[in-house]
């Protein structure tokens, strides 16, 4: 029995980790040298933002509420110069590996190379699409606080996460993820709610929007100061609102209250009106007489 293979291949094994330590050694050192350029750099990039005041400039452009947010809680300038350090520390590290002779390993930094700007990208488009999507809802609240509407908030929520949603698949779809199915179901979902939502209101507001329609024709009708009796209601019509008349009713004791009808119920029913009473012209007051009254002869003795 020849033990010549063995010894060839125990010999082939330690010459290949006797030439594996120069270059793991020589490895090891760019991977050192470069993570103290990385830390120098990320210092020096620190520093230059803090000194431009980069953070009160996020503070006042709301990137720091947005960062917030997304749940971020460290300052702009350190993120960026934790970025760079990161890219830094990563083209040292594939530079090593591949000289150490592992060239799976390098590849597989390699690709993660090429991803950071990707991942960059995408969390830009995440964090001014929440900001866009923030300014969106608090301008439809504000519109609809304008405008008299209770669910304002409510409804600028809506807005805002529906836009912030389909800004988190525009970053997806950034990082090379095909979002088709994604970018579908979003679409699907958010048109459903609001078919939901507008037909609800629609439904909801038809008498609402009867009344307004009404409200025209009664007050083409109906004079302010005009007296109506409409069944069990009689007064004088005070004025017409957009969906309501109201009408000043004098109480029993003789003290004048309002009520308001629905401005279809009177086109509905029969009015029996009365003309408003037109005032009548003053009658102009006689003349004193100028005719001289005769002296009392008893006052000029």
Not at 36 to 55: G, N, P, T
Request: no cysteine; net charge neutral; glycine share 8%.
């Amino acid at each position: 029995m020849s033990f010549q293979p063995v010894f060839d291949a125990l010999t082939k094994i330690l010459f290949d980790i006797i030439n594996f330590i120069p270059r793991f050694v020589n490895g090891l050192i760019i991977l050192i040298v470069g993570y103290l350029i990385s830390r120098l750099v990320r210092w020096i990039v620190r520093v230059v933002l803090r000194q431009i005041h980069f953070d009160q400039l996020s503070d006042r452009t709301g990137i720091t509420n947005a960062l917030d947010t997304l749940g971020v809680r460290i300052p702009l300038s350190a993120v960026i110069a934790q970025v760079v350090f990161f890219f830094l520390l990563l083209s040292f590290a594939i530079s090593a590996v591949a000289l150490m002779g592992l060239t799976a390993v390098a590849d597989l930094l390699q690709s993660v190379l090429r991803f950071v700007p990707r991942a960059i990208s995408a969390g830009i488009i995440i964090i001014f699409g929440s900001m866009l999507a923030r300014l969106l809802g608090a301008t439809i609240t504000a519109v609809a606080e304008n405008v008299n509407i209770t669910y304002g908030k409510v409804l600028g929520k809506i807005i805002e996460y529906a836009v912030l949603a389909f800004v988190i698949v525009l970053a997806i779809s950034t990082l090379g993820v095909d979002t088709t199915i994604l970018t579908s179901s979003l679409t699907i979902i958010i048109a459903s709610t609001g078919l939901a939502i507008a037909l609800t209101f629609a439904l909801g507001a038809r008498e609402a929007a009867r009344n307004v329609i009404a409200g025209h024709y009664v007050r083409q009708r109906f004079q302010p100061g005009q007296r109506l009796t409409l069944g069990e209601y009689n007064g004088r019509v005070r004025l017409t609102s957009g969906a309501y008349t109201v009408l000043e009713t004098g109480g029993e004791g003789g003290e004048q209250s309002t009520v308001s009808l629905p401005n279809s119920f009177l086109l509905q029913y029969a009015v029996q009106g009365q003309e408003v009473p037109q005032s009548a012209p003053q009658q102009n007051a006689p003349e004193p007489d100028s005719t001289p009254e005769p002296e009392n002869p008893a006052e000029n003795a």
